[in-house]
């Protein structure tokens, strides 16, 4: 069975940090490419940063120089640090993996990103 648990979620004022943790299982960890993704109240889930197996990123311009994803494959868990938060980050964070070999998605339950003004 695939699990995908985020962590790391919480209340933080704006210019603040946090790191979101998803730790995988029952999936080939190494053969999905791994994202993050965030829904914020009234809009559609967006692409937050996505990681390739080989280990390229990718990142939406709105987060781009403030907010990094890294993978350990060891430990099948990916990471997103988030700096310089502002309450437009506002929004619950899904973990999604991609397993390459057939194409599907998987998806965490998500975690609460708050960001006080």
């Known amino acids: 069975q695939v699990q995908l648990v985020e962590s790391g979620g919480g209340l933080v004022q704006s210019g603040g940090s946090l790191r979101l943790s998803c730790a995988a299982s029952?999936?080939?960890?190494?053969?999905?490419?791994m994202g993050w993704y965030r829904q914020a109240p009234g809009k559609q889930r967006e692409l937050v940063a996505a990681?390739?197996?080989?280990?390229?990123?990718n990142y939406a311009d709105s987060v781009k120089g403030r907010f990094t994803i890294s993978r350990d494959n060891a430990k099948n868990t990916v990471y997103l640090q988030m700096n310089s938060l502002k309450p437009e980050d506002t929004a619950v964070y899904y973990c999604n993996a991609h397993y390459i070999p057939n194409d599907r998605n998987y998806w965490g339950q998500g975690t609460q990103v708050t960001v006080s003004s």
């Open positions: 029952g999936i080939f960890f190494s053969l999905n490419a």
């Open positions: 990681i390739t197996i080989g280990g390229s990123t």
